[in-house]
C-alpha cells in the first residue's frame, strides 16, 4: 500500500486503517482468530490500528496488545477515550479527572508504554475543550501519548478546538474521525474542508455505512433487518429515509458490476478518492471479511463512475439523517428548533 501523510505529523499511514470494533465479545470472541486478523491486516501493509476503551469493556484493547507483541514498533497504534466505562459518573467524558485514569488503564490493556494518537471518542457538551486539551498537553508531555485527535466533531467544534490549542497553548488535534461513505456525506459539506485547512489527517469511519454497502442487504432480500430485528431508526426499513438507502443500494451494486469491482471495492475506494481523507478505518469481524476489503487501498475511481456516484447521492448529503452521528447531532434538524 502506498502509504500517506498523516496531516502534518510528518508520520506515514497505510491508506486503510484496521479498526479493532469487532474484536472481542462485540464481535469476533475468538482471541486466537482475531489476532490472525490483526497479523493478516500487517502482513498485507496496514500500519494503523484504530481501537477504544469501550470496546468490548477493554477486551478490544487487550487483544490488540496481544498482537502487537513483537511487532509494537511498526505500527502507529490508536486509541479513544471519553465513551462510559462502568456505573460511576466520572468514568467517562473529557475530565481531567478522567483521562488521567483512562490513559492508564488503556496502556496497561494495551501492553504498551505510550500511545501514538490518543483520541476524544466524542465532543462533550457540558466540559469545556481547555480542560479536555490541558490534560492531554500533560500527557504528551510526559511522553505516553504521542499525538492528539478527536472524533465525531463538526466543522465549528473543529475550529472552536484548534482556537483554544491556540490561545492557551494547548497541544492541538492533530486528527478527526468522521463517519464518511457513500450514504453519508453530510461532512462533506464541512468536517473536511475544515481539517484540511488546519493540516489534519482525516480518518474516517464506516465506509460501509454500518454494513449498509457490504452487500448483505438489499430490497426484498431476506437477510435485510427489519425494525423489529434492529429497533433503531437507522435500520427501521418501513422509514422513506431507509428505503431511499435501498434504493441507492440496488444503483450502487450496478454501478460496481459495471466497473468490474464488489459494491464493497467501490464503497471504500469511493472514501480513499477524496483528498481531504487520509485513511478509511475497516472492522473485519472475520478474515474473509478483511480479504474483500484489501483490494479497495489500490482502486482509483474513474471520474465517469465518480460523477454515477454523485448523480446517485450527491454530495454533502447524507440520505437518512439518522447516520449523522457526528458533533453531538448538533446539525440534525431537530436540534434547529425552538
Known amino acids: 500500500m502506498q502509504l500517506r501523510p498523516l496531516g502534518r505529523t510528518g508520520v506515514q499511514v497505510s491508506p486503510l486503517c484496521l479498526g479493532a470494533m469487532m474484536f472481542g465479545p462485540w464481535g469476533n470472541d475468538d482471541r486466537a482468530d482475531s489476532i490472525r486478523i490483526i497479523h493478516r491486516a500487517l502482513d498485507a501493509g496496514v500500519n494503523v490500528v484504530d481501537t477504544a476503551d469501550v470496546y468490548s469493556a477493554g477486551v478490544s484493547e487487550e487483544i490488540v496488545g496481544e498482537a502487537l507483541r513483537g511487532r509494537r514498533d511498526d505500527v502507529v497504534l490508536a486509541t479513544k477515550f471519553f465513551m462510559p466505562m462502568g456505573e460511576d459518573a466520572n468514568a467517562r467524558g473529557g475530565s481531567r479527572r478522567w483521562i488521567v485514569r483512562a490513559v492508564e488503564n488503556s496502556l496497561r490493556r494495551l501492553g504498551t508504554d505510550h500511545i501514538d494518537l490518543y483520541q476524544v471518542h466524542r465532543p462533550s457538551p457540558d466540559t469545556d475543550v481547555e480542560e479536555t486539551l490541558g490534560a492531554l498537553t500533560d500527557l504528551v508531555r510526559q511522553g505516553k501519548v504521542r499525538s492528539i485527535g478527536s472524533s465525531s466533531y463538526s466543522g465549528s467544534q473543529i475550529v472552536e478546538a484548534q482556537w483554544a490549542a491556540r490561545e492557551r497553548h494547548r497541544e492541538r488535534f492533530v486528527t478527526e474521525q468522521p463517519p464518511y461513505s457513500i450514504l453519508v456525506r453530510g461532512v462533506e459539506e464541512d468536517v473536511l474542508a475544515t481539517t484540511r485547512r488546519y493540516g489534519m489527517g482525516t480518518l474516517t469511519y464506516s465506509p460501509l455505512a454500518g454494513g449498509w454497502l457490504s452487500g448483505r442487504w438489499r430490497k426484498d432480500a431476506a437477510g435485510t433487518p427489519t425494525s423489529a430485528a434492529r429497533p433503531s ?71 465517469e463512475v465518480l460523477d454515477r456516484i454523485d448523480e446517485i447521492v450527491a454530495p454533502g448529503v447524507t440520505v437518512n439523517p439518522e447516520d449523522n452521528s457526528y458533533g453531538t447531532n448538533e446539525l440534525l434538524p431537530s436540534a434547529r428548533r425552538r
Request: charged letters at 20%.
Open 233 to 303: 431508526a437507522r435500520f427501521d426499513m418501513s422509514s422513506p429515509a431507509n428505503q431511499r438507502k435501498l434504493d441507492a443500494v440496488e444503483e450502487l451494486a450496478v454501478l460496481a458490476e459495471q466497473a468490474g469491482m464488489s459494491l464493497i471495492e467501490l464503497s471504500i475506494a469511493f472514501v480513499l478518492n477524496h483528498p481531504g481523507v487520509t485513511s478509511a478505518i475497516v472492522g473485519p469481524r472475520t478474515m474473509e471479511q478483511l480479504e474483500s476489503y484489501l483490494p479497495a487501498a489500490d482502486i482509483e475511481l474513474p471520474t
